[in-house]
């Protein structure tokens, strides 16, 4: 049975961790420090830094800075139990690469929750580095969070003809 966590242990989470299960990665890294792409803006040069040794992060463009608590909750604008059910889940495998998704096993395994406008800052600065407009991927694809296995996902989806 998966144990639940509360703020105190949340925070021991590693905030490089939370921002690949976010799909940000870092520009550059040491062993102190990690310089990341701002998940809430588009832009070129990093301005996120996380100090791995305080397990803190400061965003030098928006002045802001805080927790592993605070990033999820400002990324995925959730309450603060949902941006610790989001840290309980097992690591995602969040990537824009092809996923290996044993359709064939059950294919009510996979449970979309919702689609939307896509807004999310990860899925937007992948849209800007394929050099596709925010406005015409928002034409033909939307933002799909979805449920696999018990954990909760997002991606960039396609309508399909039976609507799913």
Not at 7 to 28: D, I, M
Not at 117 to 131: D, F, N, T, V, W
Not at 150 to 163: D, P, R
Request: charged content about 25%; aromatic content about 10%; hydrophobic content about 40%.
């Amino acid at each position: 049975m998966k144990r639940k966590i509360n703020c105190e242990t949340a925070r021991n989470f590693p905030v490089v961790k939370a921002l690949e299960k976010l799909g940000h990665f870092p520009n550059s890294e040491t062993e102190q420090e990690a310089w990341f792409l701002s998940p809430f803006r588009s832009e070129t040069q990093a301005s996120l830094k996380v100090s791995k040794r305080k397990n803190r992060w400061y965003d030098h463009g928006l002045g802001i800075r805080g927790n592993v608590i605070d990033l999820v909750i400002m990324v995925l604008n959730c309450t603060v139990k949902e941006a610790l059910t989001f840290l309980n889940d097992n690591p995602t495998s969040f990537s824009f690469q092809q996923q290996q998704i044993p359709f064939e096993e059950d294919p009510h395994m996979i449970e979309v929750v919702k689609a939307q406008e896509i807004k999310h800052p990860a899925l937007i600065q992948y849209l800007g580095s394929r050099k596709i407009p925010l406005a015409i991927a928002n034409l033909y694809s939307k933002q799909v969070w979805y449920k696999y296995n018990g954990s909760l996902f997002f991606a960039i989806g396609l309508e399909n003809i039976k609507g799913g």
